[in-house]
């Protein structure tokens, strides 16, 4: 295939725009609302942003100032005299589309009385925008956010509050946002669709944010506005309608986390959050891919009719986790899609002077898209002439900015440099790739597993509500120095990202083996207590992963068996614990498997008080060779 994919920025029209997981905080109140919004943005910066805005209510109009880059690029620049007592502040950390000045937010609408700020995606938004644009609107950003002030003026006239209801009911998708209007220059409208939105209350005004770090020295009397709710807010108080339109009768509760414990949504540890944010992650990232029929829309692949029947060979690159998310990816795409696929470490892939035949698409997958190993691989597929796409998680980051092509994980940031949530959007990712390329090439009639990935966010979240206790496997694996993982299949690629866990974090020695290569070497370390977590999610396989573990047991090694609720009873008389996993269809069974063997790791890590967040000889990125 020629190298014929354009280069993703910002002349690509084809690419989608989106931003979420961004900060927010608006205010109403008795004081200048400047310094809470810089303030509340800097108690915001720990979630990782690219740009940053404000938009402060006067009389004659709507003070936007806003910038790329960190936060101090808007200091320099904000009039710090301003007076004003409403206003709204953002930090966009963008998934997909680049980070600049113009695509940072407050938007505005076409008379500049207007601005609104935004966390999530609205789906519908190139409707939107075009019947917008239609009546004589005019956009200046590449966002889908631009709707929204543009939605409010449309409802002229009407109070803030009636035009904020007339916008929820046109957007589509997961959002939420906040509006100054300079026609009611007392009030922060803000409406919530799915993505998180506190009201802080305080004694000389009322503050709204998109995370109660921002509200914590100023109040600790919060209201969580609730999905489909709008919320008017002044000085004088706040008042909040329901889907219906009827106003919610609802009282504060007081919040007692610390700031640090906040800034980890209260979870003792960035990692455990990034685990329970999983199904939140995973809705994220399938949103807008999949079309009403079921089939997949890589719309940021830019594709042309008979792009995906030339591609003949997939060439995966990665590191580390990302490794572990195309061995996975490799076993996908052979299997539905039988186009062959090669795996290498990216550390290797550069220096061993790879062959890529014609049709080769050579695809990068990493987190922080900055893997200098990985740069380098790319590198010299550019070189060879192949076209390369990225799998990321980072906007803006050096891989994007490097490859043809840009699919976004859509996770959101990762703090911890453990990787749990960048892993398993990584594979939803690939396994929609995956079907994408099964469509073209194995066009026969098969059972789809489109429904199976999109049921996975609902049972990720099912499942870490109820956050099974690991309790004696966790002793058991934190008294031993030697832990060994095994599976067959898609088990095994799943299982050594179990054990890159557990070394990561709890610095216990870790190894991943096939279940049926022990028996070539491996066992021989097996004797009576070494612990063995054996991850089964396939029925087709069962038997020969129950002879694996019979010669584990047979040497006196204490077995945790990771298994579908449906396949439970296959273990009830070998395993010394079972953790099961909702059941689900094979093919993306292991997606759920990874949640047990990164809290296994999580809480064993705990149990011997490491660093969990940043283990040691460990970086977040690894920008050197
Ligand atoms: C995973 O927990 C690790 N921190 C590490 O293996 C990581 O996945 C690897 O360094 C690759 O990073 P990247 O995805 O940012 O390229």
Redesign the pocket.
Known sequence: MPPQYRQAGPDNPSRKVITHVCGIVGYAGAHPALPFLLEGLERLEYRGYDSAGVALVESEGVYVEKAAGRLSSLVAVVDKSRPAHVGIGHTRWATHGPPTDDNAHPHTDCAGRVAAIHNGIIENYRELRAELEKSGHVFSSETDTEVIPHLLEAGEGHSLGERALYARGRLEGAYAFLAVSADEPDAVVAVRQASPLVLGLGDTGNYLASDITALLPYTREVMILDNGEMAVVTGRGVEIRDAAGLVVDRTASHIEWTTEEASRGGYPHFMLKEIMEQPDAWADCLRGRIGADGAVILEELGLRPGDLERVLRVQLI??????HACLMAQRWLEEWARVPVRVDV?SEFRYQHPILSPGTVVVA???????AD?LASVALAKDAGFPVWAV??VVGST?AREVHRVLYTRAGPEVS????K??TT?LLVLALLADALADVHRPEPRSSVIPHLQSLPALGAAWLRERRDLGASVARVAAAPSVFYIGRGLDYAVALEGQ??LK?ISYIHAEAYPAGELKHGTLALIEPGVPVVAVATSAALMPKVRSNIMEVRARGGSVLAVVPESLADEMQDLADAIITIPATDERVAPVLAALPLQLLAYDVATALDRDVDKPRN?????TVE
């Open positions: 990665a590191a580390g986790t990302a490794y990216a997958v990493s987190q922080s898209g900055e893997t990985t990321t998680n891989l440099v453990c990787s749990t960048a892993y990584q890159l866990k990561e460990l970086a977040k990125s690894v």
